[in-house]
């Protein structure tokens, strides 16, 4: 690796920089959005779960194009304009408008498959696999440190103008692109030779390679499924929680709270254990360990689906907010280890792209389940909903468990394992 100029921010610290202002930026609007959505717009059930399907659905469709994009041109090039657009998205999304908020979960969703895969892919070159599992753990801690410093900052703006941190929130994640165009280096990263950049036969040729590759490592597959069943299962639970919280509940009577305060009060006391879980997480697992990573991620989805469980089914507002903070806490911690557990099997060549595929089976199954549990939201009760989605990540156990039988192989390489096929670096 080249050393970085004096007075520059080494590519580690800038990894953890950008998840720590991204969480930051991206929650001053999301600890209020979705109670803006329910509260100020009056979005029923079923068009709390379309938002989400819009945007998982522009994330099925841009998901692998951007990563092998990010594969083939500059993952550099990718954060910075996912960055932008995630903060135009944002503006568009505080109009109190069905359609306009439709609209900016497009231009997040194109946003969110740039970033996706690219990030994480650029830290991996800049500073090698082997620190690669400590940054992700470091930077999921940077993510609820951010969080945690939104959610009191997002609660007290949205208390004045329930749009108002969704507007805030925007403007920073551009402030954040322009700063990114003059910090944010790129040593690591093989370019494409300049004749191939603009070859459409080269990024297929990227994605094929990836493809082979997920054949070639059954476990790539089953860490697809999971990714299927863990979207299908979120869709319906990040959409329908607040929901549940707010209109299912008598909210204790504590001086004159809003309701906007009690869910931040909430999503404060889930991001400050996530802090604590990450690095009980850094210090204990293994991340180079397909063994130990697979079976903590088996553990944490058991007790996933146990915490989501008594959230649905709970009978009083203090139940229902222990086991909402469990959830929440569980799937921050769930989503670092996964990023590692990638990595363990993907040949550097076409990193992106497969962490890009994982993302993508997540969106296909938001986009499979999140409608129909929404319409049960709307047809039946949030109840009924929510334990639809608990069901749902129910098949996910089976597929740890598949993981570990198929055992921990070494990393394919391209080369090695298909000589007599043409590779895109060709």
Do not use: C
């Amino acid at each position: 690796m080249e050393e970085e100029p004096a007075g520059r921010i080494s590519p580690y610290h800038l990894y953890l920089l950008v998840s720590g202002a991204t969480s930051l930026f991206l929650w001053l609007a999301f600890s209020v959005n979705l109670v803006f959505q329910v509260e100020r717009v009056g979005l029923s059930p079923l068009e709390l779960v379309l938002v989400g399907t819009v945007l998982e659905g522009t994330y099925f469709l841009f998901e692998i194009p951007t990563g092998v994009i990010a594969d083939v041109y500059s993952r550099r090039l990718s954060v910075i304009v996912g960055t932008a657009l995630l903060g135009a998205g944002l503006l568009v999304v505080a109009t109190p408008s069905f359609a306009v908020i439709l609209l900016g979960n497009v231009i997040m969703g194109i946003g969110y498959t740039l970033i996706s895969g690219a990030l994480e892919a650029w830290v991996v070159d800049e500073i090698g696999e082997q620190r690669a599992g400590h940054a992700f753990l470091r930077g999921s801690q940077a993510e609820q440190v951010g969080m945690l410093i939104a959610t009191p900052i997002g609660v007290g703006l949205a208390t004045m103008r329930l749009n108002l941190p969704i507007i805030i929130g925007g403007g920073l994640m551009l402030a954040l692109a322009g700063l990114l165009v003059v910090t944010m280096t790129e040593h690591g990263f093989q370019r494409t030779p300049r004749e191939d950049r603009n070859s459409w036969d080269h990024m297929r040729g990227t994605f094929l390679d990836g493809a082979r590759l997920t054949r070639r490592r059954p476990v790539l597959l089953t860490i697809f499924a999971i990714a299927f069943f863990m979207g299908m299962s979120s869709e319906g639970f990040d959409r329908l929680s607040p929901a549940h919280l707010l209109q299912s509940f008598a909210l204790p009577a504590v001086g004159d709270l809003k309701p906007v305060v009690w869910y931040g009060i909430l999503t404060f006391t889930a991001a400050l254990l996530r802090i604590g879980a990450a690095e009980v997480l850094r210090r204990l697992v293994d991340t180079n360990s397909h063994a130990a990573v697979t079976r903590v991620l088996l553990g944490i989805d058991t007790l996933l689906v146990i915490a989501m469980a008594g959230f649905a089914l709970a009978g009083s507002f203090a139940v229902a907010a222990i086991a909402f903070v469990a959830a929440t806490v569980l799937r921050g911690i769930n989503s670092p280890l996964t990023s590692a557990w990638i990595n363990q099997s993907v040949d550097p060549r076409v990193r992106a792209t497969v962490i890009s595929m994982s993302g993508q089976a997540d969106a296909i199954g938001q986009v499979a389940g999140g409608p129909g549990i929404g319409a049960i939201g709307s047809a039946m009760s949030l109840r009924a909903a929510l334990s639809a989605a608990t069901l749902a990540l129910v098949p996910s156990l089976l597929l740890y468990t598949r993981a570990l039988q198929q055992g921990e192989a070494p990393v394919v390489e391209l080369e090695d394992d298909a000589p007599e096929e043409v590779t895109a670096s060709s």
